[in-house]
């Protein structure tokens, strides 16, 4: 119970911060465009809203895998009555944990978009289909597994990419194309290049010494690897061309030039 909690805290931190921050924040422009009939604004802002979310979370749970065991020790392990087998087992949690960091921000978009269209029962409906399936699916891997408790979080991943899958369906039919090709390119770009930076934070990690007593030196490799990990993703994205990351840069780059126009 300790191990799956700690893994479930772990993953939801950057759930919190980037799926449901932005969700919330473009809920309302979404119900407001629809509600005046001006479909096509509704689509965009939709497309671009799930698209900067996700190239948030797609990097951070490349990240979670590969550096699953150091994230937990840093943020977990502060006493010596500590038990290091929960600082293994969680990690493992956590990594099958981490396909629901993308697969959840896309739900938690998903719904706000069928709430902005005064659609609350489809969210509903494939939500309660879903706790279903996870649950059916938790028996046959405790039953017939040696998974344990991990496969509790593979189930939940399972479900809730399922549950993404069928929204985004039945959205995309109800609003007659949310423009999945784009989506689709979108994705193959992010993963791309957040499969590079893995490998990359992966080797780095590797002549790093995340066993360390000290807690200071913990939390200085596991900056330094988040930094590293995050300036190659976004090399590699605005290189792509990825709109959203284009933005992103274009925006941090005029307020910095106008901060050093102030001073």
Known sequence: VTAFNMADTTWQMPYGIFAQGIGIAILPTLSAKYAVGDVKDYKDILNKGLKSILLLSIPSAAGLVVLSEPVIRTIFQWSKGFYPEYVTLASRILVFFSVALITQSIVATMSRAFYAVNDTKSPLYVGAGTILMNLAICYLFYRYTSLGVEGMALAYSITSTINAFILIFILNKKVDSINLKSFCVFLLKTFLASGVMGLAVFLLSNVMDFNTASKFLQVLYLIAAISVGTLIYFAIVL???????????????????????KN
């Open 239 to 261: 290189v792509l061309k990825v709109d959203e990351a284009v933005y992103m840069y274009e925006t941090i780059r005029l307020r910095v030039k106008k901060l050093m126009k």
